[in-house]
């Protein structure tokens, strides 16, 4: 079973970056594809993008595809996501998870089995 743990979110202004982190532990990050969700107020969870675990292959939400981009270090068992062009709408808490016995170079966007706790992203309008 995988640990993990986020971080790197706050408060920002719309138009400005963010990037967050999630750390693996008690198990090989590259073991795992590896996924970023949000929650809204009031909302249900919502996918946002995923790694593959070599990270050759990534997918995104249309809503922040071309402003987000995911990457991963499996050397230092981290996953980033790197949030560009804020808007207000995407104020959420942001959730990192991973997915076991992930064939090589799938990008899921369900099923997975492992969550961390959650930093909260605030942007500002």
């Known amino acids: 079973q995988v640990q993990l743990v986020e971080s790197g979110g706050g408060l920002v202004q719309a138009g400005g970056s963010l990037r967050l982190s999630c750390a693996a532990s008690?198990?090989?990050?590259?073991?795992?594809?590896m996924a970023w969700f949000r929650r809204a107020p009031g909302k249900g969870r919502e996918f946002v993008a995923a790694?593959?675990?070599?990270?050759?292959?990534?997918d995104y939400a249309g809503s922040v595809k071309g402003r987000f981009t995911i990457s991963r270090d499996n050397a230092e068992n981290t996953v980033y996501l790197q949030m560009n062009s804020l808007v207000p709408e995407d104020t959420a808490v942001y959730s990192c998870?991973?997915?076991?016995?992930?064939?090589?170079?799938?990008?899921?966007?369900?099923?997975?089995?492992?969550w961390g706790q959650g930093t909260q992203v605030t942007v500002s309008s």
């Open positions: 790694i593959s675990r070599s990270g050759a292959n990534t």
């Open positions: 008690g198990s090989t990050a590259s073991r795992y594809a």
């Open positions: 998870a991973a997915i076991s016995k992930a064939l090589l170079g799938v990008v899921p966007r369900t099923g997975y089995n492992n």
